[in-house]
């Protein structure tokens, strides 16, 4: 499951990504190129400034994903988790860290017709 989100997405031009990959399919790339897609459509669809992610300290495979898109660290949230005191470490990507990485090719078709579903219009910069 890859999953991107916004707030106030036409003021801010920031998303959140949000992924999940199943042990058994972990390890073989799946997951960067989850990440990668929703990276590509963000920045290079919608003209994203920057995104957001973040992940648990245990959760290395995440952490790793992140690094290897680009990116940097963005300080640490406390949650509680199963009743436990557990950190995220936030993490962050700018729009032109992403322009200078080397990337996963992607295209994306069709996405005009859908720009208002994202608060966008035809006419909107990317």
């Known amino acids: ?11 801010l ?3 959140s990504s949000l992924s999940w990959l199943g042990l058994r399919h ?15 459509l963000a920045f ?6 920057e995104a957001t992610s973040g992940a648990f300290d245990d959760n290395a495979p995440s952490l790793r994903v992140s ?22 470490r936030r993490l962050r990507l700018s729009r ?13 078709t069709g996405l005009q017709p859908c720009l208002p579903l994202f608060g966008l219009q035809e006419h909107d910069e990317p």
Do not use: C, F
Not at 1 to 11: G, L, N, T
């Open 1 to 11: 499951m890859q999953e991107i989100s916004a707030r106030d997405y036409r003021v």
């Open 13 to 15: 031009r920031q998303i």
């Open 26 to 40: 972990q390890g073989r790339g799946l997951g960067t190129e989850m990440r990668a897609a929703g990276l590509h």
């Open 44 to 49: 290079a669809g919608l003209g994203a400034a």
């Open 67 to 88: 690094e290897k898109l680009g990116y940097e660290p963005d300080g640490i949230e406390r949650l509680a988790k199963n009743g436990q005191v557990t950190t995220t």
């Open 96 to 108: 032109a860290r992403w322009e200078k990485s080397d990337r996963i090719p992607v295209s994306i």
